[in-house]
């Protein structure tokens, strides 16, 4: 303390003694919390003062750079930097309050330094996530994993900071702290373990590009089917489409299997592949009558003429009998026409992509009849237009089935079994 100092001491205590009656003890007393008061309130006007600067200083770097930045700015570093002051100025000032109990001062400056360290730590953390804040709302950023780097960040700053604490309270050197970690490195490893493997998994998925915030994805294991919103450090946030949240463990998405449908996003059309099945006693030879039915359609109208063209020619060659053609000849058959009418029928819709892959297959017969598959790609990907083209096809499908003399498979119903056992009655 210096002589000024504790003149001004001694004369607030002699001025107290004069003015009540009370002993030295007493007056001792009273003028420490004179002083403490009073410091206190110096204290909050140096922190108002310091936000005062600190907010001019800020719209002054308004006007010179970014306001995201700014921003960054002021919700990090800047907006505890004020906490500081305050602390320094208590810290100057112990002298003088105490100056009749010193043996009180060691310990406060031990908690005020303790105080400071973790304001730093704070200010350090909130930076930190103030910069999350602006890479993630960046375009070139803001698909990428940042929060799970900034959460690292965060808590190896935060694991620092306590040893600095501890090391300040223990009054010891913050080195040797460091040395005892490694003798009890198992243990945190242990506790850090899902921190760990999460911070490998996001480098990973950055540097493989697997997973963006945006992405649909599908991971069948968790139950989550939707788009990530969220890419941290220990999980992935997925919004599914029945508007539920999934929190999946990021290391599960380099450990185990999903699906990113972003290359169906990116591509040019979102895939359809679905069949329906017909009964196998539908399926016939087409003689003339239906030839000549099917003719009407204008779908299909120059596929029967150049088709019966090719199979007079192919059975004239042969000299096949016009009786026995069935079995030694050639013949079109309902379902083989019904293929290319839905194929043409596909062509002709502008909602699928002719550019990539189109086909009407028959897949292998099994005891619910005989599969027809439709394979094309959509134009439109995004989910309500896709199913809406998607049962538009198939729509179709179902309602001229019947025009081509084929009947659509389905297991009997209570109406199909009460209606069977009325006839058998008569």
């Known amino acids: 303390m210096t002589e000024k100092e504790t003149n001004f001491a001694k004369f607030l205590e002699d001025w107290l003694l004069s003015i009540f009656d009370i002993n030295q003890n007493q007056a001792q007393l009273l003028k420490m919390a004179i002083l403490i008061v009073v410091t206190g309130l110096v204290a909050i006007l140096l ?36 906490l500081i002051i305050p602390a320094i100025y208590v810290t100057g000032a112990l002298p003088l309050i105490f100056s009749d109990y010193p043996t009180w001062i060691p310990t406060i400056k031990t908690l005020t330094a303790v105080y400071i360290t973790l304001v730093v730590i704070r200010i350090i953390s909130s930076t930190i996530s103030a910069s999350n804040v602006y890479y993630s709302t960046s375009t070139r950023y803001k698909d990428r994993p940042i929060a799970s780097f900034t959460q690292l960040a965060k808590i ?3 694991v620092i900071g306590v040893i600095f604490m501890l090391s300040i309270l223990i009054d010891s050197n913050p080195l040797a702290l460091f040395g005892a970690l490694g003798a009890v490195s ?18 990973q998925l950055t540097i493989n590009d697997m997973v963006r915030i945006g992405d649909w994805v599908s991971v069948p294991k968790y139950g989550a089917d939707g788009d990530v919103i969220g890419i941290y450090l220990t999980t992935i946030k997925v919004s599914n489409w ?10 599960s998405f380099v450990s185990d299997s999903f699906k990113n449908w972003r290359g169906m996003q990116e591509s040019g059309g979102r895939r359809i592949k679905r069949s329906i099945n017909f009964k196998i006693s539908s399926v016939r030879f087409c003689d003339d009558e239906m030839l000549a039915r ?23 060659e042969r000299n096949v009998n016009t009786e026995m053609s069935i079995v030694n000849g050639r013949r079109m058959t309902n379902i083989g026409i019904f293929r290319v009418y839905i194929l043409n029928v596909l062509k002709k819709n502008p909602n699928i992509n002719h550019e990539m892959t189109h ?32 049962s538009d096809i198939f729509d179709h499908i179902m309602a001229t089935a019947k025009y081509f003399d084929l009947e659509i498979f389905e297991n009997p119903s209570s109406s199909d079994l009460k209606r069977l056992a009325a006839v058998e009655k008569r």
Not at 242 to 251: L, N
Request: hydrophobic letters at 45%; aromatic letters at 12%.
């Open 359 to 390: 086909m009407v297959r028959q897949l292998e017969p099994s005891e619910t009849g005989v599969p027809l598959e439709i394979y094309c790609f959509s134009r439109i990907k995004t989910w309500i237009e896709y199913e809406g083209i998607q």
């Open 294 to 316: 099917y003719a009407k359609i204008e779908l299909i109208r120059e596929h029967i003429e150049k088709r019966t063209d090719e199979i007079t020619t192919y059975n004239s």
């Open 156 to 158: 190896v700053v935060w």
């Open 242 to 251: 029945d508007k539920t949240i999934s929190t999946v463990p990021t290391y």
């Open 47 to 82: 922190w108002k003062i310091a936000q005062l600067v600190i907010n001019k200083f800020i719209r002054r770097v308004e006007r010179r750079t970014s306001a995201q930045w700014s921003n960054v700015l002021l919700q990090g570093a800047f907006a505890k930097l004020p």
């Open 186 to 203: 198992a243990v945190i490893l242990l506790i850090f373990k899902d921190t760990l493997l999460g911070f490998i998994a996001s480098i």
